[in-house]
Structure formats: C-alpha cells, structure tokens
C-alpha cells in the first residue's frame, strides 16, 4: 500500500471546509427545496447521491487521517441502519488507512529511546502490519528473543488532531444557535468529552494502564485475554505489547475454517459489552473489527474452561487498542442499572424511571405517553433499546405505524435530552451492534441480557437488605395516616377544599389552537360585519343619494381590522 502523504495544516483546513460545504449544499438543495411539491420532478434519487458523498468523504479520510478515519469506520459498521452501498462504500477505512514511511516511525523511536532502534530492538520488521488512523504497528524482537507488537503514534499526529478538533470547535459554535439542537443536547459538555477522549487516545502511558485495567476487570473470565504491556521497551510516542495478531472479528472465513461458531462469538461480544456498560462501568469504546481478535483454543480444554462452547470450538476474544477507553461516570451508574433491570424484566416503569433519574426526560413531557410508548417498544421492539434495530422485523411494520399514528405528537416532540457523558458508550452500543448483525443476522439479545439483569437484581438486594434497617424509620409515617386523612375531610366538609389540577402538554397545546382559532374567527366575524355594513350603506346611498360617509368608515374599519390581524399572526 503506497504510504500516506503529509497535508499541510492549511490545505488540510480547506480539504475539511470544502467537504462540509457541499453536504450543506447537498441537505439544502436535494433534502429541502427539492422536496417542494412543484420541484420534486427534479430531484435524483436519495441513495446514488449518498453514495457518492460517501465516496467523497473515504477519499478525504484516507488523505486527512486521524479523527475523520474513526468517525468513517464508525459508520461503516452500521450496517443495520445504513445502507449496504454505503457501509461497503466506507469498509475500506477499517483496513487501508495508508501507513507513514518506515524512515518516519524508526525515527520517532530514536527519538524517544534517544538510541538507535537497533539497541531498543534487534529485530523491527519494515512491514506495519496494522495501520490505524493515529498510529501504526510492527512487529519487533526483544533482547530476550521475544516477539512483539510495537505501537508508534504517527508524526504529527498530535498537531492533527489538535486541528481537527479546532474545526469542530467552529461547527459546535454554529450548530449551538438552534434551538431544536441546544433543547436536546448540551453542545459544550458533548464537545468536551469529545475533545478529552481523543487527546486521551495519543496518550500511550494513559492506553498501557487502562490495558492493565481491563484485564483486571476481567481476570475471572478464561474467555478473555489483553495483551502484556512491556513498559521497559514503551515511550511517550511508543509501546510495546504483547503479540496477539490472531483471527479478526469480521474474517468470518477463517473463524469457520477453525470451527469457531459465529453464533457463539456473537453472544460473548455482545455479553462482555453489557458487562463494561452495566457492572464495570469501565468500556472500551472503539470495538470496530481490527480490534478485536478471536485465539482458537485447543480442543482439549474441558468444558466449561477457556470458552468451550457446545455448538463450536473454544476460543478467546483478545482485545487491543485501549486508547479509546471511557469511564461512566458515578451520577449515571444507577440509571444505567435500572436501565438494564428495566429492559431484562421489559418493566417499562422502570426504564422511564431511568431516564428521568438521568436527567434525559425534558421538562414538561407527557410521562403516561412516553411510559405507554416505552412499554410497546419493549414488547415488539426489545433490541432497539440497545442499538440493533435489525430487531425491527418486517412483519412488524403494521404495528410500527400504528405505533407512529397513535403517538406522533409525543414522537416529533422528541421530549429527550442526550446525555452528553455517554457519547462515546453510545458509540460503543452503535459499532458493537453493527459487528453482532454481521456475525449472526438471527442474533436474539433478549436471551442474553437476562444473566446480567439477574446480577443486577442481586446486587439490588443485597444492598436493600442493607438499607432496610435505615429504611424501617421513614415506616413510621404511616401512623400518621389516619390523622392527615381526617384533616382533608374536615377540610373537605367545611368547604376549604382546593383541588387544582393541570392539564397536560398536549393538551395544553391544543387549548392554544382552539384559543387561536376562536381569536381568529372573532377577527374574521368583526372585519366581515364591518364589510358587510359597508356594503349595505353604500347600497342605501345608490338608492337615497345619501353622501357616503358611513359607507367610507365601513370599509376603512374593514381594511384595518384585516391589517391588525395580520399583524398579530406574524408577532
């Protein structure tokens, strides 16, 4: 593959800018006034112009390398809600991200080490054999014989970056003056994680811990392996682990040819993901294909060890790539596990209870609504909750559209507000999704959710059994029932009873159209009286020859109630 070319900051800023300028003039003439009923005739088909922006944007990425890579191998795993055409379109970034010259990477160890490669390692191998958007990595040899992957951050990579996210840093300016955008995220805190996640993806020192981490988190799983860290051979812009290049996630052949049932795989993946977003609340947020790898064990590991599997051959998922590594944070853990228990027990209750915990509910939104229309999801649409809408079967779409029509209003209101601490976990439930579809396109979650809601359950008890002793005190409210009961029925009897009540949302808003219909047709009754009037006077003038001042006054009154109210509807 022929290596990657230097862009000059500058050209690089333009490249960005001029390809961000034709998706704006794309959306607002194709998906805007090309959808006027009298211009529709001259608008081209949807997925050829898609395809072909999609195009456009590999080409950018490939030449621009770092953030604009992620974002592109992000979207090409979604294959369960983005096109086919385009997935494929974009696949390439996960494989041909062009390497930088051996000359540039030997020479940022130098730099490091502050000594030839040669005295770091004997042997460094010319080929990378794998090629990120931030970094690249070969293969090497220790003094001590030993194999090794070495990770180096690309040249420049850092100003890169620091560049890219300037540009967003503008575009995140822009798009916090609509109001439908700023109700439904706070851009700041979105930025900023986003922001701190990247930077935190150069830090290599930062990447060797969290490696440490994760084991750790998963010691107890034979299922699970990460790479050792060799810290006396890793430096600001290298590290060096483990050599774990085994089968990659997405090389279905080669899994079948070891036997390895897809089907197995594609619940373990998905079963370590509920685990970080739910128990450890510790995720590794960039689980595209090329980091994930899958080590075929031998077959005489006993059952039940090592991930033997009944339907397949035992294997291990190996992760790499730990730069991208996210931390949930503390104020969303017991919504997250309500969330889980909520969608295991399909209580719809308690899954609105998480949002509102969360803090994701709006103000003002119809909670009966969005309760009802939560507890149909869980019934007919129970994968959607965790990002595989290929769960949304075709059989279905009766019910989907009733669904649509029964609750449009609530639907278009779109009464939630992202929590902008979880992008990087949403991102995670996106890209793992995307990677289960493709592994098993029969993939059932409901079987699988169910162990970690029963942990969740546990451990809710447990913790209540705790607390119930602290509990039992707020019991002794109820002996003040009766009294509080007696004293809202003497209120009651004497005539002070005061119950007010509130109308909902929606309803609210259709009092405001009656209200403005019937202002409306008070203006229209007047103006048409006074019209009227003008007429039947100008009319007794043609015939009693009376000077026409009433008539005049009639039709100026007319004139200016019309004015007025124009006037108003456009305040």
Not at 15 to 20: C, E, L, M, N
Not at 238 to 258: C, G, K, N, P, Q
Not at 305 to 312: F, Q, T
Not at 499 to 514: D, H, M, Q, S
Request: hydrophobic share 45%; charged share 25%; aromatic share 8%.
């Amino acid at each position: 593959m022929r290596p990657a070319r230097s862009v000059p900051l500058r050209e690089r800023r333009r490249r960005i800018q001029r390809f961000f300028r034709t998706v704006v003039r794309e959306v607002v003439v194709s998906e805007m006034l090309l959808t006027l009923p009298f211009l529709r005739r001259f608008r081209a088909p949807g997925l050829p112009r898609w395809q072909r922006l999609a195009a456009e944007y590999r080409e950018m990425a490939v030449e621009l390398g770092g953030l604009w890579i992620k974002l592109g191998q992000f979207l090409s795993t979604r294959v369960d809600i983005l096109p086919p055409q385009l997935t494929e379109e974009l696949a390439s970034l996960r494989d041909q991200v062009p390497p930088v010259p051996l000359e540039a990477i030997t020479g940022q160890i130098e730099a490091d080490f502050g000594r030839p490669v040669g005295e770091v390692f004997p042997w460094f191998s010319p080929e990378a054999i794998g090629s990120a958007s931030l970094a690249q990595v070969h293969r090497a040899r220790l003094p001590s014989g030993s194999v090794v992957a070495v990770k180096v951050l690309r040249p420049g990579v850092e100003d890169q970056l620091e560049l890219d996210i300037e540009v967003m840093a503008k575009a995140v300016r822009r798009l916090r003056h609509l109001k439908v955008v700023r109700q439904r995220v706070d851009l700041d805190v979105l930025f900023t994680e986003f922001a701190t996640v990247s930077r935190k993806e150069v830090d290599l020192a930062l990447e060797g811990r969290n490696i440490e981490r994760f084991g750790h988190e998963f010691a107890a799983d034979p299922q699970v392996h990460v790479p050792a860290v060799y810290w006396d051979y890793s430096a600001r812009h290298v590290l060096t682990l483990e050599e774990v290049s085994y089968i990659r996630l997405d090389d279905f052949h080669r899994l079948e040819a070891a036997g390895i049932s897809r089907a197995a795989v594609a619940r373990k993946v998905f079963a370590l993901y509920l685990q970080q977003f739910f128990v450890t609340h510790f995720v590794h947020a960039d689980p595209h294909p090329g980091n994930i790898f899958i080590r075929p064990l031998p077959h005489a590991v006993p059952a039940g060890e090592g991930g033997a599997e009944p339907d397949g051959c035992p294997f291990q998922v190996v992760f790499v790539d730990f730069g991208m590594v996210v931390e949930i944070p503390e104020r969303l853990r017991r919504p997250l596990r309500d969330y889980a228990i909520g969608l295991g027990t399909r209580d719809a209750r308690r899954v609105l209870r998480a949002y509102l915990d969360a803090g994701t509910v709006l103000p003002g939104a119809d909670l009966s609504r969005m309760e009802a229309v939560l507890q149909i999801q869980l019934d007919r649409y129970w994968g959607t909750f965790l990002g595989l809408l290929g769960d949304l079967k075709l059989e279905e779409a009766g019910t989907g559209e009733q669904l649509v029509r029964e609750y449009q209003s609530l639907m278009r209101e779109a009464p939630l507000q992202f929590q902008s601490e979880l992008l990087f976990v949403a991102r995670a439930m996106g890209v793992v999704a995307g990677i289960i579809a493709r592994l098993d396109p029969h993939f059932n979650p409901g079987g699988e959710i169910v162990p970690v809601t029963r942990h969740l359950l546990k451990e809710e008890l447990q913790h209540n059994a705790q607390g119930w002793m602290q509990e039992s005190v707020h019991f002794g409210r109820l002996a003040r029932l009766p009294r509080l009961l007696d004293d809202v029925l003497s209120q009651a009897q004497q005539g002070g009873l005061i119950i007010r009540n509130a109308p909902t949302p929606e309803g609210e808003r259709v009092l405001r159209r009656l209200e403005g219909r019937i202002h409306g047709l008070a203006w229209v009754a007047a103006g048409s009286g006074l019209l009227l009037s003008g007429v039947l006077w100008h009319a007794a003038h043609l015939l009693a020859r009376t000077p026409p001042d009433r008539y005049g006054a009639a039709m100026i009154g007319a004139a200016l109630l019309c004015l007025a109210r124009g006037l108003l509807r456009r305040g």
